[in-house]
């Protein structure tokens, strides 16, 4: 089984950026896809971006296209989540989750493996 640990998260001004991390263990890292996935309070979780297992191919929510770009180093077992250009609505408990059978799967429960969150605010 995998386990994943995401960080990064904190409080950051509108329009500022932010980097975030999920190191894995427990599995070969480069043998799954990776997602980023967003949950703020009152909303269900929400697809924010997916990288293939060679990072080849990555997929965006549209509300993130141009502002995040996600990468991964199967050297490091660690997928990263750049933000750029931050607003409030970008507020939100960000996770990151493997195992979905292929990188353009959207829906959470198409995830069986989670990290436990890192906690994101953006200050208007």
């Known amino acids: 089984q995998v386990q994943l640990v995401e960080s990064g998260g904190r409080l950051v001004q509108a329009g500022g950026s932010l980097r975030l991390s999920c190191v894995a263990s427990?599995?070969?890292?480069?043998?799954?896809?990776m997602g980023w996935f967003r949950q703020s309070p009152g909303k269900e979780r929400e697809f924010a971006a997916a990288i293939s297992r060679s990072g080849g191919v990555t997929v965006y929510a549209d509300s993130v296209k141009g502002r995040f770009t996600i990468s991964r180093d199967n050297a490091k077992n660690t997928v990263y989540l750049q933000m750029n250009s931050l607003k409030s609505e970008d507020t939100a408990v960000y996770y990151c989750?493997?195992?979905?059978?292929?990188?353009?799967?959207?829906?959470?429960?198409?995830?069986?493996?989670w990290g436990q969150g890192t906690q994101v605010t953006v200050s208007s």
């Open positions: 989750a493997t195992g979905a059978p292929t990188v353009y799967n959207r829906d959470p429960s198409g995830y069986p493996d």
């Open positions: 427990g599995r070969t890292f480069s043998r799954d896809a």
